[in-house]
């Protein structure tokens, strides 16, 4: 009873924002993201143990014990396993600075999981588990770009894949010339208090109301393989999320100077006609996205402030692999 799964972290595109309920990781309203790669989490579960043990990056996991037991359990209740279990995992980019481990750590953890335990390891099912460690993680399992469908029943909120025009015929090229520029500021973030209050900000009524239409508007964009139409949303849905965490009632502002810095470099490429857009999530890290003839250019622009750079890809779904850690 042990399996290996591998699942990429996720970009926001519009963003969620606030649970509806803590515990299953259910929230206010649909988000839809897109995978990166090769950046990913490797997890291998084995069941079979008296009691569970959790490993990340070679040591044991404190912060998020609770979150990764909750998969566990679902998992579970759905198969009849009662044993302990052994979980390890490894991250090939850094974690808490705002690239999405937890998505991608979560979305491994839930299908290593349901495989090792003969689930139900389809992607509507294995998002709808993953959900329970994060949100994001629903959407990591889907790959690519990727909406998730809230819905008050456990059950009936997961995530899909979108139809996008990013792909070519390569069932590998998930992106087409897509590259996604990360711009690393190294802040610590702290997602899980931003999300606990985000309902008490002012704006986030406003945001609820204007989701929707963002939501029908990316959709569209992603479908027609619009890079100007997907990207400049993400960047303007960046922007509305910071506004509702630093209208919140501790007055969160989790972009640095470097981030401020990195749009203003953003906007004067485009005035240069250069395809670039700067995006967030709750943290300073920014992914800057452009087309394959400009991330190199775009790259160097990064590494002029200071600021350490990768250029990455669109990721795949999660997938199951015979690579163990253990």
């Known amino acids: 009873m042990k399996a290996t799964a591998v699942a990429h972290p996720i970009q926001g595109i519009v ?20 995978c990166t790669a090769p950046s990913r989490t490797r997890t291998t579960v084995e069941f079979g143990y008296e009691e569970d043990v959790f490993v990340v990056d070679g040591e044991e996991m404190d912060a998020g014990v609770e979150r990764a037991t909750r998969v566990v359990e679902k998992v579970r209740d759905q198969t009849g396993v009662e044993s302990g279990v052994r979980v390890e995992s490894e991250n090939s980019f850094p974690s808490n600075v705002g690239l999405g481990a937890s998505s991608s750590g979560f979305a491994a953890l839930a299908l290593a999981a349901l495989e090792a335990a003969d689930g139900d390891t389809s992607v509507r099912n294995a998002s709808a588990v993953a959900r329970r460690g994060a949100t994001s993680a629903a959407r990591s399992v889907a790959g690519g770009f990727s909406r998730i469908r809230t819905s008050d029943e456990d059950g009936r909120c997961y995530a899909e894949r979108l139809d996008d025009g990013f792909r070519t015929d390569d069932e590998n090229d998930h992106g087409g010339d897509l590259r996604i520029v990360v711009a690393l500021v190294p802040a610590h973030k702290h997602t899980g208090r931003a999300h606990e209050e985000a309902a008490e900000s002012h704006m986030f009524e406003s945001r609820l109301a204007y989701i929707h239409g963002a939501l029908a508007e990316a959709e569209h964009a992603v479908a027609q393989g619009d890079f100007d139409a997907t990207f400049s949303l993400a960047e303007k849905d960046s922007l509305s999320l910071l506004a509702v965490t630093m209208t919140g009632p501790e007055a969160w502002i989790y972009w640095k100077p470097e981030t401020l810095a990195l749009l203003e470099v953003v906007r004067d490429m485009r005035d240069d006609g250069i395809p670039v857009y700067m995006s967030t999530d709750t943290g300073a890290t920014a992914y800057l996205n452009t087309t394959a003839e400009h991330a190199e250019r775009v790259a160097d622009a990064v590494e002029a402030l200071g600021v350490e750079s990768h250029v990455w890809e669109v990721g795949g779904p999660a997938r199951v692999t015979d690579d163990h850690i253990f």
Request: net charge negative; charged share 35%; hydrophobic share 20%.
């Open 15 to 34: 963003k969620y924002h606030g649970l509806r309920d803590e515990e299953t990781r259910i929230p206010y309203h649909d988000s839809i993201s897109v």
